[in-house]
């Protein structure tokens, strides 16, 4: 499985172009690593500091958040590049639901508590699915990451089971999706515009990794909708 085929050049530029890409991603995996321990120093100052005794506090969480969401965009980058050559090891495992959503939402804990939103997970403690769950993990991080910025102050996940299918929903209370990214809920490259603040690289590599899993000829699927329980933005993961 991947994103497309392997590239075989036959024109003058094959001894270059292989070069050039083992070189941009050779330089986005370095600048990650060097973005991980940024962030590993921030992590340690804003744990051990008083929030009360230090006037930049606001300010480095704030760099805290932007840091994060540079990683998580090389660090989606990297996994479109080994989709693409189908050297990523997707690995599907019988996951259980609720320490899943547990998990994602320890890691959002402390971003959330500053925003003063609140996470809440709705899932059967005895729902388990096969998928692979550090790439669901990034399509669910996507979601939420985006939840943020639009909600008032709450955003909830739901995980159900329904007609043989693995259900993941986030919504928030915002003001939902604008309808043009509801009439084009289907296209995932309407969303890619490198002109604009809003990349689409994040609603990209989610589709990229929904269709990945398959069951029985049945591919995951993943769709934005308003209303849902909150009546804000839904966003909607299928996998079968």
Known sequence: MGISENHNPTTGHSSVEPNLVNFLISS??????SLCMLLSSLDKTLTNTDVEKLSTHTELVRVNEEARRINNHLAQLLTLYKLGQRIYPFDAQYICLSDFLSGIAAQYSELLRFRKITLETHVSPELHWY???DLINAV?????????RYTRDRICIFAEEKENLL???VEDNGCGYPAAMLRNNNDFMYRIDPL?????????FSTMVVRMHQNRGDCGKLALENGGFMNGACFVVSLP
Request: hydrophobic share 35%.
């Open 131 to 133: 998928f692979d769950e």
């Open 28 to 33: 986005v995996h370095d600048t990650k690593n």
């Open 140 to 148: 669910i991080g996507n979601a939420i990451n985006n939840a943020i």
């Open 196 to 204: 604009s603040d809003n990349t689409g690289l994040g609603f990209y």
């Open 167 to 169: 259900l993941l929903r």
